[in-house]
């Protein structure tokens, strides 16, 4: 069974002015596509792989192709990252519980959004800036390239409750080199009412 390209669950301007059309169309439709092309190619190169989910891959990644890495990473967090954003009014508020973790784990919504903007903007080159849940408790952290925090080989792992790509080309078409401002925009269009979903699910 192929990996296949999910669609946009809403319109390419639908997160405008936070991010804009043109780098919602290529983002999803050229870099998303082009990383499930090539997660279908290694897999099909590797009959070890068949039917594998991209989860059981994530537990064993350290042991397998570089091209399952890099692409595996990018169809998986892509997937997820089109559902952590929602367009303006449908964006909800974080849970109660959620909220309390925040104020428990990370100093409250503020230091929280900073911390996490701070990890985004401090990634070097591309990667993803993350809230996972570790041991229970909420904590950021960032990985390089399309590495995320199911990984065997993150440094840092755990369930993934928000995730933010910081790849150029998730914002150069309208900020340019100005990252810290394009995860500033970022929090305008948090999808809160599935990250409170995947923080359920976490604990
Ligand atoms: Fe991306």
Do not use: C
Not at 5 to 25: F, H, N, Q, S
Not at 147 to 162: C, I
Request: hydrophobic residues 45%; without cysteine.
């Amino acid at each position: 069974m192929a990996f296949t390209l999910p669609p946009l669950p809403y319109a390419y301007d639908a997160l405008e002015p936070a991010i804009d059309a043109e780098t919602m169309t290529f983002h999803h439709d050229k870099h998303h596509q082009a990383y499930v092309d090539n997660l279908n190619k290694a897999v099909d190169a590797d009959a070890s792989l068949a039917g594998k989910s991209m989860e059981e891959m994530f537990a064993t990644m350290s042991k397998l192709p570089k091209a399952v890495r890099n692409n595996g990473g990018g169809h998986w967090n892509h997937s997820l990252f089109w559902e952590l954003m929602a367009p303006h009014g449908q964006t909800g508020e974080p849970s109660a519980e959620l909220a309390a973790a925040i104020d428990r784990d990370l100093g409250g919504l503020d230091k929280f959004m900073a911390d996490f903007n701070a990890a985004g903007a401090g990634q070097f080159g591309s990667g993803w800036a993350w809230l996972i849940v570790q041991d229970g408790k909420l904590k950021i952290t960032s990985t390089p390239n399309q590495d995320n925090p199911l990984m065997d080989v993150a440094d840092e792992k755990g369930a993934v409750v928000l995730g933010a790509d910081v790849w150029e080309h998730a914002y150069y078409l309208k900020y340019q080199n100005r990252r810290a401002d394009y995860l500033k925009a970022f929090w305008s269009v948090v999808n809160w009412n599935k990250v409170n979903q995947l923080y359920a699910a976490a604990i």
